[in-house]
């Protein structure tokens, strides 16, 4: 197994497939900044599938369980079925999921469901539709999204996890309503700290909901108790109804960090290798995948960089680390 200096080992990739996305989120995307003449990277600069199929092969060396796909936003590339068909036969073992708004999963959750995907999750973070439109920057119809989560348990991808950011001010009156409408259906709302990731979204700490204030509102609706972790490194606390209507989480990344325990890593759509959420600099593996370089090597690359990693950026965070370079969460897909 590969450790790094704090003794963490490799296990969860998060691999972006596009920069681009169809939302404007204020938290992720701001129409401010991603507007029409924000430059999104050429198609030439963008892994292809078959280089995408060969990287992920060489994580699977390091010890990779789980695979994500994210964004920007994974279901605008072309053809997404077809890579997680490729990437379902060249890593038959890992666990293969999808992170997205939710928007084309009415046309696209059967083919990526028959191509082997495992499992997706939902960036949703309103069930009132103005609140919802609101904060997903374009207007999109909140019901579509849900009907994405419909189509998407139909096709066998369920139990949806749900993942909504609150932001004080913006969405905490829909704590409750995101936790009420999902309970009972076997979907995992989960609550997330709203994070200063990137510099594009003008984070405060005022405007953090602690998670232990999320608990508490949900605690005043219905009775909730604990659950352990299913395994170490678990991003989410779990959480049950105690009527044993379902399950709840909350991300706790500015509150309680849980760096200790980060297992995982993120490539980006032009395949650097971040190893951190709020890191600064990538590592280049474009370069190595398109210039002859054996799988060997690459692999040499990619355990030296687990090897040296100390990435602990959320137990750090103060005013010093407030004003350190970090990639857009936009970039690699949260």
């Keep these: 197994m590969t450790v790094d200096r704090f003794g963490r080992t490799f296990q969860d990739l998060r691999l972006s497939v596009t920069d681009r996305c169809n939302f404007r ?30 990287l992920t092969r060489v994580f699977a060396r390091l010890g990779l369980r789980k695979l994500r796909l994210t964004g920007g936003e994974p279901t605008v590339r072309a053809d997404l079925p077809a890579l997680v068909g490729m990437l ?55 019901q579509r999204v849900l009907d994405g989560i419909d189509a998407a348990a139909a096709a066998g991808l369920a139990p949806v996890k749900i993942n909504a950011v609150i932001q004080r001010g913006v969405n905490e009156s829909e704590i409750t309503r995101l936790a009420e409408h999902f309970r009972g259906t076997g979907h995992i709302v989960r609550f997330i700290e709203y994070m200063d990731v990137g510099a594009s979204n003008g984070w405060k700490l005022d405007d953090v909901v602690p998670a232990a204030e999320i608990i508490e509102r949900l605690q005043s609706e219905l009775p909730l108790e604990p659950v352990d972790p299913s395994y170490r490194g678990e991003v989410a606390r779990r959480w049950r109804w105690k009527d044993g209507s379902g399950e709840i989480g909350v991300i706790t990344s500015v509150t309680q960090p849980f760096c200790g325990d980060c297992t995982r890593a993120r490539v980006s759509a032009e395949g650097k ?60 897909g949260g």
């Design 25 to 54: 989120c204020p938290y992720c995307m701001p129409k401010e900044v991603f507007g029409p003449g924000y430059q999104f990277l050429p198609r030439a600069d963008i892994l292809s599938f078959e280089e995408i199929v060969r």
């Design 88 to 142: 379902r036969r060249a890593v038959p073992g890992v666990d293969l999921a999808l992170t997205t708004n939710g928007s084309r999963l009415t046309s696209l959750a059967d083919d990526l469901a028959q191509a082997g995907l495992d499992r997706v999750t939902v960036s949703l973070d309103a069930i009132d539709p103005e609140v919802g439109q609101r904060m997903n920057g374009v207007e999109f119809p909140l």
């Design 273 to 332: 290798l971040y190893t951190c959420l709020f890191a600064g600099v990538g590592h280049d593996l474009r370069e190595p995948l398109r210039s002859g370089r054996t799988d060997e090597q690459i692999y040499e690359r990619l355990a030296g960089i687990w090897r040296a990693r100390e990435d602990r950026y959320s137990e750090l965070r103060s005013a010093a680390t407030a004003d350190l370079p970090k990639v857009e969460m936009s970039h690699i």
